[in-house]
């Protein structure tokens, strides 16, 4: 017995493959191809600002445990949006609270 024949048919349910492609969308039913969009920015690790800022990690740490750093909050980690870190850069360090 081949492989095939005791695989049995494919449903309609398969994944599409290059030798057995998705059937085509019924007429009048196409919709043209629109891009994903662009992910939401990456959101930037206490690594990432100390490497920015030439500043020891700790550094980072301790501004963000002061409340002086915007933080975003994921369980027990700190992570920082880079809109808020370029805000607080512009301000010249100050905490906004905006």
């Known amino acids: 017995m081949k492989r095939r024949e005791r695989m049995g048919a494919p449903d309609a349910s398969h994944r599409p493959t290059r030798r057995n492609p998705a059937p085509a969308p019924a007429e009048g039913s196409?919709?043209?191809?629109?891009?994903?969009?662009?992910?939401?920015?990456?959101?930037?690790?206490?690594?990432?600002?100390?490497?920015?800022w030439s500043v020891p990690k700790g550094h980072v740490y301790r501004l963000t445990r002061s409340g002086s750093l915007p933080t975003v909050r994921l369980g027990r980690y700190y992570r920082y949006a880079p809109e808020a870190i370029e805000a607080f850069e512009r301000s010249g360090g100050a905490a906004s609270d905006a």
């Open 30 to 52: 196409y919709e043209p191809y629109t891009p994903p969009k662009p992910a939401a920015t990456r959101l930037l690790s206490a690594d990432d600002l100390a490497e920015r």
